[in-house]
């Protein structure tokens, strides 16, 4: 039942009608659970918040599968609106992106000029960016560009899938860049020629990226509610005495909130991804996806006077 329940609101987040319809009707049925609201200035509010617990952010504007170029300007715009915040209020916050909310899918000039107006604003306010990684269609094109910006900005990084099978040679073939890497486990649906198709090999993949990774030298955010993959990392950190300076975990905002905080007050360091925009649609689905338990909090959400 809930592989089922997984695959059919996966099958939703791609569904560009009801992304469109999403837009219109705010953030209701539950989603702002784990989305910070419509503007950059509701975020900002949520951001300082999550900063005096001693919580540090990455602030995603969300959007993806863009189609058109005044769109992809404009989300650029909101993103670079985003770092501006973030440097003038002097919050701890670094920035998330998918690349096919700025261009990907329309040409590769138009993406690489959105992309670098992105990190001059970052360099410029002292923001770090990720560039998340989408689904497995993407996945090359995505770490070909970031190869290439990586060679003018030291300001980005980008985000490894554990499910892939393709992955653990990703980490050896961008092992000289010394890259800051946000590994996952992945929340797209691939197909079996591609991706692990059984959990328990995709948590070996995982553990396996972490170890390497790690073992590396290289900067590591362990992004996952996995309790067994914060275990890991803790035991390597022992075991290895990697510096708590060499790595971070992360989560979703809205999800497991009180061990975000566990986790800072044991002195490591803790991010919280925090999603913003209007365009919440295919990101809700998705983290419905990943936990069948999210449902029934957002439907007992819905029915509530």
Known sequence: MEQVMKNFFLFLSQNKTLTRAARRYGLRFGASRFVAGETIEQSVKVIKELNSKGLAVTIDYLGEFVDNEQEAVERTDQSIAAIQAIGREKLN???????????????????????????????????????????????????????????????????????????????????????????????????????????????????????????????????????????????????????????????????RSERHLELAKQGYTFRVYVPFGTDWYGYFMRRLAERPANVWFVLKGMFKK
């Open 93 to 255: 916050s670094q920035l998330s992106l998918k690349m096919t909310s700025i261009g990907l899918d329309i040409s590769n000039e138009l993406v690489m000029r959105n992309m670098r107006r992105i990190l001059e604003a970052a360099k410029e306010h002292n923001v770090f960016v990720t560039i998340d990684m989408e689904d497995f269609e993407r996945c090359q094109k995505t770490i070909d560009i970031f190869k290439e910006l990586r060679r003018d900005y030291d300001n980005v990084g980008t985000v490894l899938q554990a499910y892939l099978y393709r992955v653990e040679g990703d980490v050896e073939d961008l092992n000289s860049l010394h890259p800051n890497l946000r590994l996952v486990k992945g929340a797209y649906k691939e197909a079996p020629e591609v991706a692990f198709p059984e959990k328990v090999d995709v948590d070996e993949n995982y553990k396996k990226i972490i170890k390497k990774h790690l073992l590396n030298g290289n900067y590591t955010a362990i992004a996952s509610h996995d309790e067994v993959m914060i275990q890991y990392t803790i035991e390597l950190e022992k075991e290895y005495g990697i510096s708590r300076e060499q790595f971070e975990f992360q989560m979703l905002y809205g999800i």
